[in-house]
């Protein structure tokens, strides 16, 4: 059964700083990988999906890899902005199931 | 504006009194999933959907019924609710499955006394 995890569960950092969030997942067998942002209170937000053939994907100052053989992803935030302070979230879609499982998020403050 | 939308946002309510939350998309989308939130619990998938008149359970649906009559609406439906079904629920999308971004709504807050 896949199991997510993200480590660490909460972080805090000064303004201007690149940071690194984890994902751990059990199986390797995906569909793909996909981070959200969810702010108190609203929904989630997608901001990168990774396909399982894929090594990362790039918005802006995001940077998301994948490593299906180890089971891991990052999320790389670059020069990090108060506004970037939300919860974190990866999900995984196993291949041969249509259910995404998620992790339980690393909830992020970036202080002014 | 694409987006998927639920009602209600907030919902307080009592025990065995049957609900629905109901959950509507416009994007033409062909994937729709509903999922609870629960603090250190995480996101856990109640029951999808891969298109009209095709439904199956996600890992918690114990409680909890579906419909998908048309292809734009996916509405949950809590025949005798319970206080262990007090949660934060969500409605998501897809265009397919597999390939494509998940779009949520943002959310029904739904208490059982």
């Known amino acids: 059964k896949q199991e997510v995890t993200q480590i660490p569960a909460a972080l805090s950092v000064p303004e201007g700083e690149n940071l690194v969030l984890n994902c751990s997942f059990t199986?390797?067998?995906?569909?793909?990988l996909q981070w959200f942002r969810q702010d108190p209170g609203k929904g989630l937000t997608s901001l990168l999906l990774?396909?399982?053939?894929?090594r990362e994907q790039t918005s802006g100052r995001l940077n998301a890899s994948l490593d299906k053989s180890s089971g891991r992803s990052t999320l790389y935030i670059a020069a990090s902005q108060p506004g970037d302070s939300a919860t974190y979230l990866c999900a995984v879609l196993t291949s041969g199931t249509y259910k995404y499982i998620f992790g339980t998020g690393t909830r992020l403050k970036v202080l002014a | 504006e694409a987006q998927v939308t639920q009602n209600p946002r907030y919902l307080i309510t009592v025990t065995g009194k049957k609900l629905t939350v109901t959950c509507s998309q416009n994007?033409?989308?062909?994937?729709m999933s509903w999922y609870r939130q629960d603090p250190g619990l995480g996101l856990r998938q109640i029951y999808y959907s891969m298109n009209v008149e095709v439904t199956d359970k996600g890992d918690v649906p114990e409680g909890y019924k579906v419909s998908r009559k048309e292809k734009r609406n996916f509405p949950l439906i809590l025949e005798s609710p319970s206080p262990n079904q007090t949660s934060l629920y969500f409605c998501a999308s897809s265009l397919g499955y597999g390939a494509n971004v998940l779009t949520f709504g943002a959310g029904s807050r739904l208490t059982v006394l």
């Open positions: 199986d390797s067998a995906i569909y793909n």
């Open positions: 990774i396909q399982s053939s894929q």
């Open positions: 994007m033409n989308h062909e994937y």
